[in-house]
Every structure is written in C-alpha cells, then in structure tokens.
C-alpha cells in the first residue's frame, strides 16, 4: 500500500522540470502522501524551529564531512556546500520524523542527493534518486558513485544516463530505466495544417548544450523561404543570441519570446510545423538527456528535429518519426528544416509515427506504475 514519501529537490517549482511535478501529481492520484521539500523556492526547507526537538547539527556536519572529504579532489567546493545547508539538512530530518515519511526520493544527483543521503543516514529510512542528465553526464565517475551507492534504486530516464550510472560502478540491479510520462489524454493527437508562412519553433533553457546559437545561424541560411521562428526561454546565453539575431539581420524573422508557462507552450506547439533542438555536446560532458520538449511535441503531432549529441536517438528515429542531424552542422540543421517546411506529406508521416511511440513508451499511466513498483520494492522499506 502506498506510504508517505518525502521528495526532495533543488528548486520547486520549477518551469523547466514540469515532468517532476507531474510525476508527484500522478503518485498523489494513486494513493500516495508526497511531501516535497526543497533547497530553493516555494517549498524551500528552513531552519528548525527552536521549540522542536531537532537533530544534532554537529552530529550532522561530522557525517556531512565523512561523505564529503574523499571528493575533495573532485568536487572541492562540495564540503563547504553541505555546511551551508546544514540548516536544511536538519529540517529536512525533522521533518521525515514529524511525518513518519517511509523514505527520501531526490531528483538530480547532485546536492539533492548528497542532503538526501545524510538525511536517510540520520533518520534510518532509505531513499532513492532519479537522474537525468548534467548529473551524470558531467558530473566524476568517483562523485556519482559516492552519491548513489546507498540508494535502494535508482532511475534514469534515458539507456545513456543507465550506461553513466553503470559506469560509475554503480549496481546494475538496483538502476531502472524510467521514461517521464506524459498524460496523453492532456497532449491530443492535433498536426498543425500546412499554411503559407511556416512556423518553426524551439523551446529550452537559453543555455550553450541546447545549441539555440545553431538554430539562428540556420535561419539565416533560409532566408527568404517564407517562414518565422520562435524561442521560448530564458538562461544566460540571452545577451548573446540577441547579438546573433542583430548580427544576422534576422530581427523580423527570429524572435525570443522568453520563459513561458507549461499551457503557453503547448498552444505554441499546436501551431508550429516543426519543432527544432540542435543540440550539442559540452566539452565537459554535459548534453541533453531525454529532452521533455521532443516528447511533448512528438506527442501533439508537431514534426522534430534534433541531432545526435544527447540521447534522443532512443526514441527519435531519422526519417521514421522525426529526423537527426550531426551535432554542430548548421548547413545539415538548415536542410533539415527546409526540406521539411516544404514537405506537409513528410511532416504528417513523421508525426503520426511519432505519437505511435509516445503512446508505446511514454504513457503516464505505465510510466508512473514503474515507478511506484520501484518504490514498494521491499528492500526500499527494509
């Protein structure tokens, strides 16, 4: 039977991780107590309150440095990011006593994972931790390792984060692949209907791995072939994809729409013909995982486009269901989209074949029971 189960995150809510709230909507559905706490934000973890019994900050920074110190050489600022928490590190035990939660599940292993562990070390409950991407692609072997080798489970959302995990030395039994489902019934099926001026759109983190500096630089090879193109997001490459834009002399044709909320993205894809995520590997590792936008669009019939350098050759299929292009190829990305802006039969095909594995592999209601399965194994209330 289902049990109450603490979530802890690094930023809740968050605009660019939907997929963790509507993961904690659907086990609400399903019987389960979720409290979520997290390091930043609404549901931010604060100081104990002094007429409460709380645990031993002492106790936990000596077991904050044992877990920290053999990092040092990896991570060096890791010791000094745990005492700083510290304080939300004790609210965080105070509060799985005050809820007799049955366990911790953190999303990310980074810091999440790290306050996780201490906590669960502290109350004598176990806990689990999805991963996703940067956490593991960028992060040391040694550094994921430590983080995750308490975990009764762990779950990945992409074969390539399993394989990092795996490769960190972690146990393969205890690691499951678990897509972030979708509620189908909330994405209908709706392509957009071939028009005049075509649409083209992109949406994520305005940060270097998504590679919105290529999709610029693609518009500019297709000038002139009647269509716009629209990014939603924000990040730190903002200043800089402006200037490209000027550079470009693009300014009626590429526009930044900015951070838009969960509903306003999905009424743009409604109205795209091509949804595009050029992609690109970090010198350090970092790349996309199982990019949630791909889904989405591929869900509501809007064609993709992506290229190789993440992990959505798993699920998009060149010519099948969508179309791949080399990471950093903008003369590919621009024929990509040319030739797909002026081919609505290819787009239809595409789309159809694309909701047919959505439906196949990223059904709330099958991912969502994986998950649950993972967290009622016995080992995870032992």
Not at 51 to 66: D, E, I, Q, Y
Not at 68 to 80: G, K, M, S, V, W
Not at 162 to 171: K, N
Not at 211 to 229: E, N, P
Request: proline residues 6%.
């Amino acid at each position: 039977m289902p049990a109450t189960l603490t979530y802890l995150l690094g930023t809740h809510p968050c605009v660019s991780e939907t997929f963790i709230q509507r993961e904690i909507d659907a086990l609400r559905r399903r019987g389960w107590t979720i409290d979520v706490a997290s390091l930043r934000g609404e549901s931010a973890l604060t100081k104990p309150a002094r007429a409460t019994a709380h645990p031993s900050v002492g106790a936990l920074a000596a077991a904050a440095m044992r877990h920290a110190l053999p990092l040092i050489f990896h991570l060096p600022r890791l010791p000094f990011q745990l005492l700083r928490h510290l304080p939300q590190t004790a609210a965080l035990v105070q509060r799985i006593r005050a809820t007799r939660s049955a366990g911790i599940h953190a999303h990310f292993a980074h810091l999440p994972a790290d306050i996780a562990l201490l906590a669960a070390r502290h109350t004598g409950v176990r806990f689990t931790c999805s991963v996703h991407a940067w956490d593991v692609f960028a992060q040391p072997p040694a550094a994921i390792r430590r983080r995750l080798q308490t975990a009764a489970a762990v779950c990945a959302c992409s074969r390539a984060a399993v394989d990092a995990v795996r490769a960190a030395g972690i146990d393969a039994q205890r690691i499951h692949l678990i897509r972030h489902g979708l509620p189908l019934t909330e994405y209908a099926f709706a392509p957009a209907p071939a028009r005049e001026t075509r649409q083209i759109l992109a949406v994520g983190r305005l940060e270097p791995k998504k590679g919105f500096d290529l999709l610029i630089a693609a518009c500019a090879r297709l000038r002139g072939a009647h269509f716009s193109c629209e990014i939603i997001g924000e990040g730190s490459e903002r200043r800089r994809l402006e200037q490209l834009i000027a550079i470009h002399k693009l300014a009626e044709i590429v526009s930044l729409r900015g951070a838009a909320a969960p509903d306003e993205v999905c009424a743009a894809m409604r109205t795209a013909d091509v949804l595009v995520l050029p992609s690109r590997r970090l010198a350090s590792g970092d790349r996309d995982g199982m990019a949630n936008v791909l889904i989405e669009a591929m869900a509501l019939g809007t064609p993709v486009i992506t290229t190789t350098a993440g992990a959505a050759g798993e699920v998009v299929r060149d010519g099948v269901n969508g179309q791949l292009v080399p990471p950093e190829n903008t003369e590919a990305l621009a024929a990509a989209i040319g030739a797909l802006l002026d081919d609505p039969a290819t787009r239809l095909r595409l789309a159809r074949a694309a909701r047919k594995i959505v439906e196949d592999e990223f059904d709330e209601e099958h991912t969502i029971a994986q998950l649950e399965a993972v967290l009622l194994r016995p080992v995870f209330f032992s």
